[in-house]
Every structure is written in C-alpha cells, then in structure tokens.
Nanobody, 127 residues
Framework: QLQLVESGGGLVEPGGSLRLSCTAS????????VGWFRQAPGKEREGVAC???????????DYADSAKGRFAISRDNAKNTVYLQMNSLNPDDTGIYYC?????????????????WGPGTQVTVSS
C-alpha cells in the first residue's frame, strides 16, 4: 500500500528556514514526478515545487513563482525520500504542506495533477 509521510514542519520566525521531508513506502519515488503543494488558511491548495525525470538521468525541477529563489526540491533515491528546503520564509508561506506523487515521470508544477497525497505537515511562519 502506497504511503507518503511528511515531516519537518513547525514554527519558524520570518527569515528562517525549514527542510521538509517526504518518505514513501509502497512506491519508488524516483520513477515518478513528486511535488509539494500547500494550503494556507482560507485559500485553495497550490503547487509549490516538483521534481520529475525523463529517461534515467534527465531530471527537472520546477517552482511556483512564489517559491523561486527561496525553495529547493531534491531527491535522495537511496532513502526513497524527497526534500523541500525552504529559506527566507515569510508569513505568506504559512500553511499545510503536502507531498504528492503523479503517475507521470515528467511534468511542471503548473500542470501537475497529483494521484496521491500525504497527510500533510504544518508550517507556521510567525514572530
């Protein structure tokens, strides 16, 4: 059974950093597009970042405009884990962050249509 488990959320001050982790069981993440979505209070879920692969070695990362230059998504295939490094956090980054998988190896964050969602991890940016 496929499971996605997020960790690494918490409370951080503006300007701070967090690293989220998404560990999977029942699926090998390096065969699919993996992304991070978030949902802020009172807002719709939005895609933040995704990592996808074409063939064996061609990998692509893509980010929402709000994340460019501040967030970085990466994989550790040996650990079957995907990370989201978030720097220069601000209160607008507050929300529940979800790890997602799409059964499509290659996509962009704007086109991503997740097939599976993790339960989410709370990120709160506040002083």
């Amino acid at each position: 059974q496929l499971q996605l488990v997020e960790s690494g959320g918490g409370l951080v001050e503006p300007g701070g950093s967090l690293r989220l982790s998404c560990t999977a069981s029942g699926i090998t993440l390096d065969r699919y597009a993996v992304g991070w979505f978030r949902q802020a209070p009172g807002k719709e879920r939005e895609g933040v970042a995704c990592i996808s692969i074409r063939g064996v070695t061609v990998e692509n990362t893509d980010y929402a405009d709000s994340a460019k230059g501040r967030f970085a998504i990466s994989r550790d295939n040996a650990k079957n884990t995907v990370y989201l490094q978030m720097n220069s956090l601000n209160p607008d980054d507050t929300g529940i962050y979800y790890c997602v998988v799409e059964y499509n190896a290659w996509t962009t964050i704007r086109a991503m249509t997740p097939d599976h969602w993790g339960p989410g991890t709370q990120v709160t940016v506040s002083s």
